[in-house]
């Protein structure tokens, strides 16, 4: 690694800015590895907290720590989330500029990301030689010069906890997520079943009249529709999707 240091895109953690108001921080020229990050590494320190990462990535870290098979420190820890069809090669979508042109990464780099720190497009290796294995104890960074003490970790009491707490959480954003899902399903079901009810020329007058009434009252009639989005229902302002906080 290069010994080089210069101003480059912000570092996926907390307090790793090069000031407070900050959207930079320094990064080796060479792999692109936050400066802070690759000190914390050396010293062998890795994390589970999700917390100390920056409010907009948690969520993101959620995201694919819910395609993992997260096991005990000492399993090999499976990917389940998106593999290549043509290359074979498992992979996570997401868009670092400045880091990589690449909009699909390996996720043991990744997992390295979320656990021993964002050390940019640094290799990294595992001790299992498991392609598919995502348990950052099994995962080496390369190029860092990384201390790595692996009794330690298995008899960290700090790590066990915020792995317990990481795994709680991603079960609360499985839930969260696949209820959204089922609101999505549940949404499309009841739009297609006022279709038919309103194009079927059976229908009484009676039941068009209440179907009419209940969507005007839902907001989602024909003539509450956006006007500049003609066929979009108008939706009670639904902030999720843009909400970062959870
Ligand atoms: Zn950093
Ligand atoms: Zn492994």
Redesign the pocket.
């Known amino acids: 690694m290069s010994n080089t240091a210069e101003e480059g895109e912000l570092?996926i953690?907390t307090g790793?800015s090069l000031g407070r108001f900050s959207s930079h921080?320094m990064r080796y020229d060479s792999h692109q590895a936050?400066v802070?990050?690759v000190a914390a590494a050396r010293e062998g320190r890795l994390s589970f907290d999700i917390n100390r990462l920056l409010k907009r990535e948690r969520k993101r870290a959620l995201k694919f720590w819910s395609q993992v098979d997260i096991g005990d420190p000492d399993e090999c820890w499976m990917w389940n989330g998106c593999i290549n069809k043509r290359t074979k090669q498992p992979q996570f979508a997401w868009r670092r500029h400045g880091i990589s042109s690449s909009t699909q990464h390996h996720p043991q780099r990744i997992a390295m990301w979320f656990s021993w720190?964002?050390l940019g497009f640094t290799g990294v290796k595992t001790t299992c030689g498991e392609k598919y294995c995502c348990n950052p104890f099994h995962l080496i960074p390369q190029n860092v010069g990384v201390f790595v003490d692996q009794d330690s970790y298995m008899e960290s009491f700090e790590l066990a906890c915020q792995l317990h707490t990481l795994k709680q959480q991603v079960a609360e954003y499985m839930i969260e997520e696949a209820l959204k899902e089922q609101a999505r399903m549940d949404e499309s079901e009841e739009i297609d079943a006022r279709a038919d009810l309103l194009l079927n020329p059976d229908t009484g007058f009676a039941e068009r009249f209440d179907a009419v009434m209940t969507d005007m009252l839902a907001g989602r009639h024909i003539s509450q529709t956006e006007p500049l989005d003609p066929g979009l229902l108008r939706k009670p302002s639904d902030n999720e999707e843009t909400n970062e906080e959870f």
């Open positions: 570092c953690y790793h921080s936050c802070r990050c720190g964002d």
